[in-house]
């Protein structure tokens, strides 16, 4: 079997185990057999349980950056664009549940490097996001309103939306991809559209 097929079955093995089982609890041991390969051929390949995982974690976000990058036609109007992209975030997550929740609870609570690695994936779809966003101003005005600030400020805030409905969604029976996108937009784009057109909250006097 060529080296990079056996790497694939390895590393989906080990998303599983991981995802599953958690970094601590997971053993090589595990990871082989899933595999159906030697440990000491896991070891040969992928050189130590935290190599591993970091491969995981970082196979994993590319997968999930290039599902939103994909899904984002420049051509389509600003809504439609910041649409397909939630939807293709909430797809992916939906059907790759290990692979989200090594991403979305395992990487971040073991420390760095794995930390790190996540940390990395969500400054760029956070990016991604933004540049979402600005086209989305710029579409609603020749001259848009809003500062840099406040466009990044609004896709961290999405993009951290995004991570809690999807871990919710996740876990919550009958909730489909569609459905958590919908209720993500229904939320966010709202609110951008009143920005957007230079309306801005403010709290409601005291009676």
Known sequence: MPRAVREQQMMDAAVRTFGQRGYRAASMDEIAELAGVSKPLVYLYLNSKEELFTA???REAQALVAAVRAAVDPA?????????GVGAFFEHTAGHPDGWNVLHHQARTHGEPFAAEVTAMRDEIASFVTGLIGAAAREAHRDPALP???????????????????GWANATPGVSAKEAASTLMNFAWAGLENLMNGERW????RP
Do not use: F, K, M, N
């Open 56 to 58: 995981c974690i970082r």
């Open 76 to 84: 389509d109007p600003a809504d439609r664009q910041l649409w397909h």
């Open 148 to 166: 840099d600030r406040d466009v990044a400020g609004l896709a961290q805030a999405l993009v951290g939306a995004a991570e809690s409905l999807a």
């Open 202 to 205: 403010a709290p409601s006097p």
